[in-house]
C-alpha cells in the first residue's frame, strides 16, 4: 500500500512534468506522424513510374507488343517517342528519363537468332535502385522472345505472396512501429533518470524512503500509455494513408507492442545507469537505434544477412518485434504460433529490469 | 533512547588519491543545532552524505539515531531530512505539487498530509507562492520550499548542507528563526556554512579544514580557548605595516579590517600589545593607537585553520 502510494507519486509527477515539457510533448505526436509520412512515402523499394523514352525503329507488331508489356508492369512510364538511340542519349543526360529502349529496325530478325540481343535497355546508372528495377523490365522483355524454345515454360513464374502488389508501405509500416517507439521509448527512460541526477533532484529522491525497484516502475508506467498513443496513431495513418491490411486482431497487434515497449523502457532505464548525462544517454540510444533499423529486417532481409551480423539482430528487442508484427498484421498468424519471439522479449524485460534495479544505487559513491 | 544524535569515530574517505575526509570524530547531542564550519572542499557535504548513508565510508563506523549506517539507512530514511546544497525539488512543479509529492514519497496518510502541507504553508510564509512554479521562485522562498518539503515527514534529525548561501540576510534570519523553531520541538540540526554569523547561531560547532576536525566546541568556548591574542593595531599606513608585521615570527596572521589592523598574536608573549606597538615603531612606522580585543568566530576559524598548516 505504501508504496502503491510512492509509485503513484512519481508517476503523477511525471506525467505533470511531460505535460509543461511541450516540446518532448510535441514530440510523442509528432515523431510517428513525420516518420510515418517520411518512410512510408520515400522508402519505396519496388519502383514504378520510371520516366522512359522509346525509339523504336522496327515499328513491328512484336517490337509494339513488346512496349506494352513494359508499359503494364509500370515500371517505366512511357513519356516520349524519339527515333533515334542519340535522342535518347540526350534525354537521359538532361534528366528527363531513367530509362531509354532502343529498338533497332531488324528487332523481328534478332528475336529468332538465340545469340544476339534483340534491343537495347538504357538504364540512367546513377541510381543503383533504378538499375534494379530495370533488370526487372529486362525479364518482361525477356517474354517477347520467340526462341525454338517457346514451347517451354518461363524460366520463372513470379508470384508474390501477402504484398501481391509489392506496395512497400505494406512492409514498412508494421516495421515502422517499432522502429518508432524504439526511437522514442529508449529515449525517455534514457535520459529520465539522468535529467534528474544533472538537476540535482536525484541527490534529495534517494534519502527518501522510496525503494529502486519502485522508483525504476514508475519511470516506466507512463511512457507505456504514451506508447500506445503513438502505436494507435502510426496504425491509425497506416490505414488510412497507406491501407496497409490488417490481417490479425487488434488485440494481438496491441498485446506484441505492449510487451515490446516494456522492453524498450526497460533498456532505457539500463541506460539511464549507465552514463552521468544527458548527452551520453542521447549517444548510447542512437548507438542502439541505428543497428535496429539496419538490422533488424526493418530495412534488409534478415535471411540475406551475413551470419554476425544476425547474430548482433537476435539480441536487438527490434529483430523480435519485426517478426511479431509482420507475422500478427500481415499473416494474420496466432500469439501461440508467435509465442518463441514473444517469450525472447519478455526474457529481454526481465534481463533489462534486474540489470537496471541492480545498477541503479541509492548511494552516491 | 540516547542521548546523542550522532556519533562518528575514525570517519574516512577518499576519492581516488583525494582525501575528502580524514579520521573524523563527532559527537552530536539531540535537540541541538550542530555546525559544520569550514571552507569550500573542507570536506563538509562528503561528511554529511556519509552520515546520512548516501556515501559509503572508506573507514570509520557511523551511527545514527541509534542506526549503523550505512548498513541500516533504509531504515533511517524516514527518521531523517536532507537539505541538499542545490535546490533539488522539481523546478517545473508547483510550490503545491512539490509538497503533495513529498508528503506521498514519505506516505503520509490522507488526512495527515493535508494537515501538514496546510501548516508547512502557512509556517513558512508560501501562501501566496503555492500556484507557483518551484524554478520561478526568488532564492529566499526556495530555501523555504525545501525546508517545508523535508521537514513534512517530522524528522528527528535533518540535514542541512549550507542551506543558506542563495539567500539574502534577512531571508537568513527568518530561515534560522524556522531552525531555533524545529529545535524547540526536539529536532535535532546538522548545517554546514561558511558564514561566520550563521555558525555563531549554533549550539555547537565543529570547524573543518582539509577533511579534517580542528576545533570543536561551542562558539563562546572556541572563542576563549583561542589560543592567540587579538591586537588591534590604528596606523597610517595599514597595508605596509600590515606587510611587514606577517613576516614576524610571533604573529599569526594580520587582516585589514576598515582603516584598523586585525593582529592574531602567538600566545606565548605575555605583552603582545607591546610586542607590536615595539615592532612598529622599530620599522620606523607611525603607530596611533595599539589594544588587545575580544577574540571573534573569525579569528578562531583562521587560528585553527592555520595551526594545521604549520603542523604539516
Known sequence: ?365 | MTELAIQAHGLCKTFGKVEAVKSLNLEVPRSRIYGFLGPNGSGKTTAIRMLCGLLTPTAGDINVLGYSIPKEAEALRLKVGYMTQKFSLFEDLTVDENLQFMADIYTLEKKLKHERIGLAIEHYGLGKLVKQRAGTLSGGQKQRLALAACTLHAPELLFLDEPTSAVDPENRRSFWEALFDLVAEGTTILVSTHYMDEAERCHALAILDKGSLVAEGSPEELQAAIDATIVIVETDQPRRVGKMLEQQSFIHSSAQVGNVLRVMVSSDQATPEKAVSDVIKREGFNLKNCKIAKPGLEDVFVAATRERKTAV
Open chain 1, 1 to 365: 500500500m505504501k508504496s502503491l502510494q510512492r509509485i503513484l507519486a512519481i508517476v503523477v509527477k511525471e506525467v505533470r512534468q511531460l505535460r509543461r515539457d511541450r516540446l518532448t510533448f510535441g514530440m510523442i505526436v509528432g515523431i510517428p506522424v513525420l516518420q510515418l509520412i517520411m518512410f512510408g512515402y520515400a522508402i519505396n523499394m519496388d519502383v514504378r513510374h520510371l520516366d522512359a523514352a522509346i525509339a523504336d525503329m522496327s515499328g513491328t507488331s512484336a517490337s509494339r507488343q513488346m512496349v506494352m508489356d513494359m508499359s503494364e508492369s509500370q515500371i517505366i512510364n512511357v513519356i516520349e517517342q524519339v527515333s533515334s538511340v542519340e535522342e535518347l542519349e540526350h534525354l537521359m543526360r538532361q534528366g528527363k528519363i531513367s530509362v531509354g529502349i532502343y529498338i533497332p529496325p531488324d528487332f523481328d530478325r534478332r528475336l529468332h537468332q538465340a545469340n544476339r540481343a534483340a534491343a537495347q535497355l538504357l538504364v540512367d546508372g546513377s541510381d543503383t535502385v533504378v538499375q534494379g528495377a530495370a533488370a526487372q523490365l529486362a525479364q518482361v522483355a525477356s517474354q517477347v522472345r520467340t526462341s525454338p524454345y517457346n514451347d517451354r515454360p518461363p524460366v520463372m513464374e513470379l508470384r508474390t505472396y501477402y504484398n501481391p502488389e509489392r506496395r512497400s508501405p505494406v512492409n514498412t509500416v508494421p516495421g515502422l512501429v517499432g522502429v518508432i517507439l524504439t526511437m522514442t521509448m529508449i529515449l525517455f527512460t534514457a535520459v529520465a533518470i539522468v535529467r534528474e541526477r544533472e538537476r540535482g533532484n536525484l541527490e534529495m529522491l534517494i534519502t527518501t524512503p522510496v525503494r529502486t525497484s519502485e522508483l525504476m516502475l514508475a519511470k516506466i508506467i507512463p511512457y507505456v500509455f504514451i506508447g500506445l498513443i503513438q502505436v494507435s496513431l502510426v496504425l491509425l495513418l497506416g490505414h488510412f494513408l497507406f491501407h496497409v491490411p490488417m490481417a490479425g486482431s487488434l488485440l494481438n497487434i496491441y498485446a506484441i507492442t505492449l510487451v515490446f515497449i516494456v522492453a524498450n523502457l526497460a533498456l532505457g532505464l539500463v541506460i539511464s545507469t549507465l552514463v552521468s548525462t544527458q548527452f551520453q544517454a542521447m549517444q548510447l540510444s542512437f548507438f542502439i537505434l541505428l543497428p535496429s533499423i539496419l538490422l533488424s529486417g526493418f530495412m534488409f532481409p534478415f535471411a540475406g544477412m551475413p551470419r554476425p551480423a544476425q547474430m548482433i539482430a537476435e539480441v536487438l528487442p527490434l529483430t523480435h518485434f519485426i517478426r511479431l508484427i509482420r507475422g500478427v498484421m500481415l499473416r494474420g498468424a496466432s500469439l501461440l504460433e508467435l509465442s518463441a519471439e514473444l517469450l525472447v522479449l519478455c526474457g529481454f524485460i526481465g534481463v533489462f529490469m534486474t540489470l537496471a534495479i541492480l545498477r541503479f544505487s541509492k548511494r552516491l559513491d
